[in-house]
């Protein structure tokens, strides 16, 4: 009698077993276990569960509370921690919880950590801007052979080990900002018959060089065969402004040089509006562009204190107005960005803001870069007249349901109705918004 006892509970076990590996490979499941680890969202939020997950588990979701009152319920205001069902609650304030979905309501499937944001809100923008940004020090986007008596090709700077992309921060320990600085203090030092030493910053290190100036027979100067350049400039879109503070974001990625590739160091900048005069189309394999130019009389201008992956970030000062959208726009978390129909602001003539159709086709949470989402473009009359993407759209806020979710960023270069876009919340995180500590006033 014990002997079967014994078999029909390990048949039993083994049921269950059975049953729990079955259950941990359906959809439902297996959806659970591909959320983040870590998500944020906004005060004000109901705190829902994925459309994917099946209602019996979503039923069985454990919410543990750091903060007291930041949740809110039919019931009352929610202090520790509680199991609820299909009444989800909302978000009361900025703090720290922790999602615990069960099977069964007894087996921990995952555990998620939420950062609860302010609800922040925010001018979308659309705007057609010019960008002026000088670097710290000047860049290496070239080199060149310097002719000595000889006729021979040297190549000084090239030999002493300095590369393109190299940030020259100083030379005979002199700070320079422009070419014509390098130039002058070269031939200061090679008229003196010395070597010349160049401070440099490559990538996250500074390195001094010794490099020996060569008179050229053709400039009749010093020189150590070098091409560099101070500064950059062109045409890009403004996506939101912080009604407030005026803290602006526009690009969605970086400005790198476009010798080198490299990301511009940021000494000082400014932005201004811009008019798009004409727009080059893109096709395959060929990115189009705006072709624009800046306002003298702009309505607004603003410093650019950050150059950063998700792009320039600063203050504008003036009136920014969006035709479109007269009051202050809600945003939307990465989570809470889904595929589908959605619409982005740009600006194809003059500085007349206008919304165009596209598709979100997918959503790539978790990434820490600037392409975030897929987008294509389904706007007919877009299509006709700029063949898709081009360049001079980075930036243009994308909105879906009424919130302001991204920007476009990319283009794929063999496609030119489909790029890329990063998420609202890793720019305003950029711009030192959406904090978990900060308070709700303080961010309207």
């Keep these: ?62 919410v543990a509370v750091d903060q007291k009152h930041l949740l809110r319920h039919s019931a009352g205001t929610l202090d520790s921690r509680y199991n609820y069902g299909e009444a989800y609650p909302v978000l009361a304030g900025t703090g720290h919880l922790q999602l615990q979905y069960l099977l069964f309501g007894l087996i921990p499937l995952k555990k998620i950590d939420v950062d609860v944001v302010p609800n922040v809100k925010v001018i979308p923008g659309g705007h057609s801007i010019g960008v002026m940004l000088q670097s710290q020090g000047v860049i290496v986007v070239g080199q060149s052979a310097v002719l000595d008596k000889q006729g021979k090709k040297n190549y000084p700077g090239k ?77 890009g879109t403004l996506t939101f402004v912080i009604p407030v503070s005026g803290k602006y974001g526009a690009l969605g990625h970086v400005i790198n040089d476009a010798d080198t590739n490299q990301k511009i160091d940021v000494a000082e900048g400014k932005v201004v509006a811009s008019n798009i005069q004409s727009i080059q189309p893109g096709r395959k394999g060929q990115p189009g562009e705006k072709i624009g130019s800046f306002v003298q009389n702009s309505p607004f201008n603003g410093t650019i204190l950050k150059n950063s992956r998700f792009g320039i970030f ?23 960005v889904k595929t589908g129909p959605a619409k982005f602001l740009t600006v194809i003539s003059g500085d007349k803001i206008e919304a165009f159709d596209i598709s979100i086709e997918r959503v790539l949470p978790g990434r820490a870069d600037s392409k975030g989402m897929v987008i294509k473009v389904t706007d007919t009359r877009l299509l006709s007249s700029t063949g898709g993407i081009v360049q001079g759209m980075s930036g243009s806020p994308i909105i879906q349901d009424n919130k302001l979710v991204g920007a476009i960023t990319h283009v794929f270069i063999q496609d030119a109705t489909r790029g890329y876009g990063c998420f609202i919340e890793h720019m305003l995180r950029e711009a030192e918004m959406m904090q978990p500590g900060e308070k709700q006033e303080d961010a309207a």
């Design 1 to 62: 009698m014990g002997v079967q006892r014994r078999r029909i509970r390990k048949g039993i076990g083994f049921l269950l077993v059975t049953a729990t590996i079955g259950l941990s490979l359906t959809a439902g499941v297996q959806g659970i276990l591909r959320l983040p680890d870590r998500e944020r969202l906004l005060v004000g939020d109901r705190l829902t569960s994925p459309a994917a997950i099946s209602p019996y588990i979503a039923r069985n979701i454990q």
């Design 159 to 235: 030999d002493a080990g300095i590369r393109l992309g190299d940030l020259i921060l100083k030379v005979d320990g002199k700070e320079v900002k422009s070419d014509s600085d390098v130039a002058q203090i070269v031939n200061e030092v090679g008229t003196k018959g010395q070597e010349v030493q160049v401070t440099l910053r490559r990538g996250n290190l500074v390195e001094n060089k010794s490099v020996h100036p060569i008179y050229c027979q053709e400039t009749k100067r010093y020189r150590i065969g070098l091409y560099v350049r101070d500064s950059a400039a062109g045409v």
């Design 314 to 336: 600063g203050y504008l000062k003036g009136e920014v107005v969006n035709p479109l959208y007269s009051e202050p726009m809600s945003v939307a978390t990465e989570s809470q």
